[in-house]
């Protein structure tokens, strides 16, 4: 399970007057913003922006000014491979450590989406223990065992959301390394990719 909202992308306008810097070619510059606000590449600024994406990262380095913010929840055992791309990427999570106790367990906390009867059912006698744990924890905080036995149970299924902040040249990266991965969290991933602005000619740029 994942789930991708509140998706902003910033800064086309610098990007594009930044990559015509070198040949100091502003005049050519065609890009627009339309009555909604956003940034609608012209026919030059576009074949240039395509030129230079497909040309290698040497060439691209204006698809790092592209900026994206995004909401993303999803399982830790998704975000454990996700934090592997630390370069040019940040993210703010929301706090287990502090809010783990702050409402009560329930199915949709976990993804579960690919279980089987019988994963269900330990996952909902896993959920059972876990609330247990947390109402012993608000009754009395003095309770440190309950929070340890909720922390360390904890399964990697458990959904967490975080605003993470990444540019073009990153989505290139996570596109191509993961757009065939076993899990299906990263195909939707890879989705959300190329639905935004531009993507299909700046981030999509392999020809393989």
């Known amino acids: 399970m994942i789930l991708i909202e509140r998706t902003s992308v910033m800064n086309f306008e610098n990007a594009i007057r930044g990559a ?5 070619s502003w005049a050519r ?8 606000g956003n940034y ?30 995004v909401d993303i929840t999803a ?3 998704w975000w454990k491979e996700f934090d592997t791309y630390k370069v ?6 929301c706090s287990t450590m502090h809010k783990i106790h702050a409402k009560a367990f329930c199915r949709d906390d976990f993804s579960h989406d690919r279980l089987d009867e019988g994963g269900l059912a330990a996952l909902d006698a896993l959920i059972d223990y876990l609330e247990s744990q947390r109402l012993k924890f608000v009754e009395d905080k003095s309770d440190k065992q309950a929070w340890h036995n909720m922390i360390q149970l904890l399964p990697s299924s458990f959904n967490q ?15 191509y390394a993961r757009h065939s991965h076993k899990l299906a ?11 935004l602005p531009y993507a299909r ?5 392999r020809e393989d």
């Open 88 to 93: 040019g990427t940040v993210a703010n999570s």
């Open 29 to 36: 510059m065609d890009s627009r913003y339309d009555d909604e």
């Open 161 to 175: 959301m975080r605003t993470v902040s990444l540019n073009y040249e990153n989505l290139i990266n996570i596109y």
């Open 40 to 69: 609608i590449l012209g026919e030059n600024d576009l074949d240039l922006a395509r030129r230079l994406a497909r040309a290698g990262s040497d060439h691209r380095k204006f698809l790092r000014q592209i900026f994206v913010s």
């Open 185 to 195: 969290e990263w195909h939707t991933l890879c989705d959300w990719i190329l639905s």
């Open 20 to 24: 015509r810097n070198p040949m100091n």
């Open 201 to 205: 000619d700046l981030i999509a740029v």
């Open 75 to 77: 399982p830790l055992y």
